[in-house]
């Protein structure tokens, strides 16, 4: 290869590497607003921070992938505990889990229970004690709207067990 050559080739590729560089920064940073929203509810329940985990992450964005078509509300019935949600224009991370967080007002830590016709199984999975790594994926859907999903490992919502 001539000098020429050499020269060109670094310059194209000195040309990509920031874009790289900001494209990963914008995917961590969205992995971090996942991580902070839900770090900060357990904070508030005394119970350890979570870590991110790119399987989880990478499971995570496989089935918000099969959601694309039709921006449904399903479970993937996975091995990891889940939580979903569907919202429209820029939903963003920060918003997903101040909404699954706000169930805390339908949970009673005394008697483990959610207020009757309420649910609070979102808020029990992002505060259970024993998960140490989430995952998640926002994916937007054909017909506009927002499809997004967080797995977390260990899995919480155990039957008869407080999540804190």
Known sequence: MGL???????????????????????????????????NAERAA???APLTWNNSLAAYA????????????????????????????????????????????????????????GESCGHYTQVVWRDTKYLGCARVKCKNGWMFVICSYDPPGNYEGESPY
């Not at 900001?22 to 969205?30: T, Y």
């Not at 921006?71 to 963003?92: D, L, Q, V």
């Not at 909404?99 to 007002?105: Q, T, V």
């Open 61 to 116: 964005r496989n089935y918000a992938n099969t959601r694309i078509e039709k921006c449904e509300m399903e479970h993937s019935n996975g091995p990891y505990g889940e939580c979903i949600a569907e919202g429209y224009g820029n939903f963003k991370a920060s918003d997903v889990v101040r909404m699954w967080a706000g169930e805390k007002k339908y949970y009673d830590h005394a008697s483990n229970t959610c207020a009757a």
């Open 4 to 38: 020429t050559k050499f020269l060109l080739a670094l310059f194209l590729i000195g040309l990509t590497l920031p874009h790289v560089s900001l494209a990963a920064k914008a995917s961590q940073l969205g992995h971090q607003r996942f991580l902070d929203g839900h």
């Open 45 to 47: 329940v005394g119970v």
